[in-house]
């Protein structure tokens, strides 16, 4: 069975400074990984995903993760946060030829001034 | 991709009644989705739609509860049945991926408060 840990529920950072959320999964052969973010009151919007080639993978809004298989890990960064990017961070992952996600419990992202 | 409308977006409901939730897709999809969000929680599966088919229940939800349809290969509705505010949640459709190597797309979610 697939599965995806978060271990930090709640992260505050300042405006401007680095982000990391972390994310490990726990799957059989490599999965399809997505980090995904959810405003208050908003659905789900995807930010990136992995699914083979380059463990480095670029998303919207400046994110960036990258695939550790040695780790089995999908971390989520941002070099630098904007107030806007406070919300809930969900990692999620899908194996290969099975079509349902299963999603880690969520980071939730505070920004201070 | 695709664009997934759900309603009612939100809405307030007695206990012992009952509220259905439509999911429309605007392009075809062999399989949909329904999650569930309790507060403060992460999504949880709580069954996967074919058309033609019964609907395939995760662990912990029944189809009396939960009941599902799924007429076409755009639509699909979850019923949330003789609710309790435990109920209380943002429900989630979600559509499976037109090729392999996509992700999956979701609706605005509908939220529900029993009470």
């Known amino acids: 069975a697939q599965s995806v840990t978060q271990p930090d529920i709640h992260i505050t950072v300042s405006e401007g400074a680095s982000l990391e959320l972390r994310c490990n999964y726990s799957y059989g052969a490599t999965p399809y990984l997505f980090w995904y973010v959810q405003s208050p009151g908003q659905g789900l919007q995807l930010l990136l995903k992995?699914?083979?080639?380059?463990?480095l993978v670029q998303g919207i809004k400046g994110f960036e993760a990258e695939f550790k298989r040695s780790q089995s890990s999908f971390n989520l960064r941002k070099p630098s946060v904007h107030w806007s990017d406070a919300a809930e961070y969900f990692c999620?992952?899908?194996?290969?030829?099975?079509?349902?996600?299963?999603f880690g419990t969520g980071t939730r992202l505070t920004i201070i001034p | 991709s695709a664009v997934i409308s759900q309603k009612p977006s939100r809405d307030i409901c007695q206990r012992g009644t009952s509220l259905t939730i439509q999911c429309q897709v605007d392009?075809?999809?062999?399989?949909m989705f329904w999650y569930r969000q309790q507060p403060g929680q992460s999504l949880t599966l709580i069954a996967t739609a074919n058309q033609g088919s019964e609907a395939t229940y995760e662990s912990g939800f029944v189809i009396d509860k939960f009941p599902i349809s799924r007429p076409n290969l755009t639509f699909s509705t979850l019923t949330v049945s003789n609710m309790s505010p435990e109920d209380s949640s943002i429900y989630l459709c979600s559509a499976d991926p037109p090729r392999q190597n996509t992700e999956a797309f979701f609706g605005q979610g509908t939220r529900l408060t029993v009470v």
């Open positions: 992995y699914f083979s080639g380059d463990t």
């Open positions: 999620a992952v899908r194996g290969f030829g099975n079509e349902k996600l299963t």
């Open positions: 392009s075809q999809v062999t399989m």
